[in-house]
């Protein structure tokens, strides 16, 4: 994968948790993932159509994403429910629409489907495709989530 | 949605299906959703780009995926493991494609991602569109399962 792609994803992460929910986030070092498996309890699918197409995953612990969403919308949340979900879908589309309009800047095409929210503990995410998958690890205060991105081999 | 976006992911369903997977699938009457959920063991989530924008998503109980893998690859499954997650891969990239095909046929011009793969026991799929979900069900003699389509509203 281009690394110019990875960038453009860990910005929109960080900037889109700051002002949509007032949450500071730390990225970790990306890393290839070999087994393109994730685990978590809140996702975040959007795919992305090229060339090259590919795709991109939020996976949130509960604990994670409860304190996130408490924080945007100022309200406190113990389990997840229909707001939890409603926002983890709003992230996504303002996590991927960022990081398009980045990489459209830098001359790469993207566009981006509506976003899929699973939810269910433990689930496991898995990214189709035969090139690496990157992963961009995060901490917050309440936990850690991590930002998964796909692409095809080819242009890109 | 356009209806007309509703049986070129039927048919794909049901072609695929036969061919690749040797097995005979009842499609039900399509019907929209207004919960956008769906509960399922393994699904495939394929993103859509337009204009409209949209997703798709294949959505298996256990026993149904099992045994249709059971079949598409001539081997007996029991648990849901790696194969069963790269053929759930294959089928909602195939259909996906085929559907985009016939779409394009009727003057409709979609891109499709590449397809991320969710499983763990009952976990929930949403659709993040405004508009309803199609959803379309589907039987098989080992249980059943089902595809939905999401389109935003627009040109769709």
Same mark, same amino acid.
């Given at each position: 994968? /281009? =690394?110019? *792609?990875? /960038?453009?994803?860990?910005?929109?992460?960080?900037? &889109?948790?700051?002002?949509?929910? *007032?949450?500071?986030?730390?990225?970790?070092?990306? *890393?290839?993932?070999?087994?393109?498996? @994730?685990?978590?309890? =809140?996702?975040?699918? &959007?795919?992305?159509?090229?060339?090259? +197409?590919?795709?991109?995953?939020?996976?949130?612990?509960?604990?994670?994403?409860?304190?996130? &969403?408490?924080?945007?919308?100022?309200?406190?949340?113990?389990?997840?429910?229909?707001?939890? !979900?409603?926002? =983890?879908?709003?992230?996504?589309?303002?996590?991927?629409?960022?990081? !398009? +309009?980045?990489?459209?800047?830098?001359?790469? @095409?993207?566009?981006? @489907?509506? #976003?899929?929210? =699973?939810?269910?503990?433990?689930?496991?995410? !898995?990214?189709?495709?035969?090139?690496?998958?990157?992963?961009? #690890?995060?901490?917050?205060?309440?936990?850690?989530?991590? &930002?998964?991105?796909? *692409?095809? +081999?080819?242009?890109?």
């Amino acid at each position: 994968m /281009n =690394v110019d *792609f990875i /960038n453009p994803f860990l910005s929109a992460t960080i900037g &889109v948790l700051k002002t949509m929910a *007032f949450t500071e986030v730390q990225a970790g070092k990306p *890393f290839l993932k070999k087994d393109k498996i @994730s685990h978590g309890d =809140v996702s975040g699918i &959007v795919g992305i159509t090229g060339p090259p +197409n590919g795709s991109m995953s939020l996976t949130f612990s509960k604990a994670c994403i409860v304190q996130i &969403v408490s924080n945007m919308l100022g309200e406190t949340f113990q389990e997840v429910n229909d707001d939890i !979900r409603d926002a =983890v879908g709003e992230l996504s589309n303002m996590i991927s629409g960022t990081a !398009r +309009n980045d990489l459209g800047k830098k001359g790469f @095409s993207f566009k981006t @489907s509506i #976003p899929t929210v =699973v939810s269910g503990p433990a689930h496991e995410i !898995r990214h189709m495709c035969k090139a690496p998958t990157i992963a961009i #690890p995060f901490k917050t205060t309440a936990g850690s989530f991590v &930002v998964e991105i796909s *692409f095809e +081999n080819g242009s890109g």
